[in-house]
Each structure stands twice: as structure tokens, then as C-alpha cells.
């Protein structure tokens, strides 16, 4: 396009806009569903300040100063900031404005992300989007094959309420892993608690693409470009 001034690449540019990764874009670009000021984007391509771009018909724009951090929550820190003094903002004492994305309860550990940016957090949690969530717990009795094949069907915690379906595996007599799709409060537990089982140790360790990995407990840190980018793939 011979009217774009030179700048950044197309495909990079869609990338930093969070969209997808390069790969994929150079995809959206050979399907047309990327414009430079109204007109079909073509590989190769520079964006300059002045320019605008579309991606399926929406409007994009580099995101500033993101920041995403995965904190290895330790047990008896709180998803607050009113201000106690076991609150995980105050815990973590990041410089800029954060806030937690989701939640585990005080005596849960693992991972938590948190970020300055509301518009993806918010289609992160939304229960709609899917998105997954994989845990190991350690529960007070052996675990049987009839209870897990049953968390799978899904459970009801309330009246009225029952459980997505969901995948498990054992891992050892007491522990097993469980991937979840939903985000209800005390879900995990409250499903345990419906078959006669009382949760020891939960521990999250993985929020969609974002592994807890070795990260030690208590610590933290920030999401590298592209894991924020594989992150907000499909939000």
C-alpha cells in the first residue's frame, strides 16, 4: 500500500495489539480480514502512527505499559485490596495500579495472574470464554475411580447449580488433578465436599497457556511479551 507510512510491520503490530501471534496474523492478513485505513492489508506492510487498523472490522491499537504478573500465591493471602494487611496487592507492593484477575481463596495456594488491564482480564474470567483452569488437590480419604468419573459429569454445589463437565486424573492415593472450565466460589472444594471429601491442599497451576511451573512459592513475576500475546489469543 503505497499511502502507509513506514513504521512498524503489520503482522508485528497486530501482534502487539494483543490480537494474535505473527504467525496467525500473517494468516488474518492473506484472508483480507486486516485494513490499513480502509484499504486490504498486504504482507509486508507498515504501519505508522497516523494510520489506522482494522482486524475482522474492529479497531486496534498497541496496548502501553501492559503489565501481567503470575504471583505463586502463597496460603493466607487474601484476593483483596481493601486494604488488610494480608491483601495480595499490598503483598506483592507492585509501583503501578494492579489488580488480581479471578480469585483463590485464603487457603489455596498457586497461581494467581494480575494486570493493569481490565478489558482482557475481564474476557478472561468471563465463564462464557471457556477458558481453562488446571489444579492438583490433595483431598483427607483415597481417592476411587467412581469419584472422579463422577466430578467429570459435573456436580451440583447447590440447588440448581451443578458443575460444568471437566477432566481429572489421579495422581496418587490422596491427590489428583483437576482442569475446570467455570470459576464458582470454593468450586473445588464445594464438588469434593458433595462426594464426602474434604480438601487438604489446592493448588492452581495453569490459567489457560500460563504455567505455574518452577516459579517458588511466594514469588513472582511478569508475563514475558509472548506469553501476554498467546494469553490474550482467543479473548
Known sequence: MDDVGKGIRINKYVADCGVCSRREADQLIKEGAVLINGQRAILGDHVADKDVVTVKGKHISPKKNVVWIALNKPVGIVCSADGSDDNVIDYINYPQRIFYVGRLDRSSRGLLLLTNDGEYANRLIRSKNMHEKEYIVTVDKPVTGSFLKDMEKGVEIEKGVITRPCRTKRIDERTFNIIITQ????????????????????????????????????DWRILSAEEIRSLYTGL
Do not use: H, P, S, T
Not at 190 to 212: D, H, Q, S, T
Open 183 to 218: 470459576g464458582l466460589n470454593r468450586q473445588i472444594r464445594r464438588m469434593c465436599e458433595a462426594f464426602g471429601y474434604r480438601v487438604r491442599r489446592l493448588e492452581r497451576i495453569r490459567i489457560k497457556n500460563i504455567k505455574l511451573g518452577d516459579l517458588k512459592y511466594g
